[in-house]
């Protein structure tokens, strides 16, 4: 497992952009897939972005394509989530996710750590 801690939300207006970070420790990152998740109140966690080891290679919840986009920098062993064009409905705690089983990677069980969340609330 890996120790994981967001950053970077807060309360913005629909039509805003907000820079999501990820910090881990305790390991390397450079092996592991990443993801995050959201989670609305009275709402399952559900997958919202994807970037694998290795080759990098991205997948995006269909109602955040285009507007969202997953990066990594291996180096500083972080992970962040540009969000543009947030609507109302994106409103949710996000959580960082990590595993180095990931395979589909929209299944929570394919990720062995989690880290705490942090709130993102879009007002219309």
């Known amino acids: 497992q890996v120790q994981l801690v967001e950053s970077g939300g807060g309360l913005v207006q629909a039509g805003d952009s907000l820079r999501l970070s990820c910090v881990a420790s305790?390991?390397?990152?450079?092996?592991?897939?990443m993801a995050w998740w959201r989670q609305a109140p009275g709402k399952a966690r559900e997958f919202v972005a994807l970037?694998?080891?290795?080759?990098?290679?991205?997948r995006y919840q269909d109602s955040v394509t285009g507007r969202f986009t997953i990066s990594r920098d291996n180096v500083k062993n972080t992970m962040f989530l540009q969000m543009d064009n947030l609507k109302p409905e994106d409103t949710a705690r996000y959580y960082c996710?990590?595993?180095?089983?990931?395979?589909?990677?929209?299944?929570?069980?394919?990720?062995?750590?989690w880290g705490q969340g942090t709130q993102v609330t879009v007002s219309s």
């Open positions: 996710a990590s595993g180095t089983m990931v395979v589909i990677g929209t299944a929570r069980d394919e990720y062995d750590s």
């Open positions: 305790g390991r390397t990152i450079r092996n592991r897939a």
């Open positions: 970037i694998r080891s290795g080759d990098g290679g991205t």
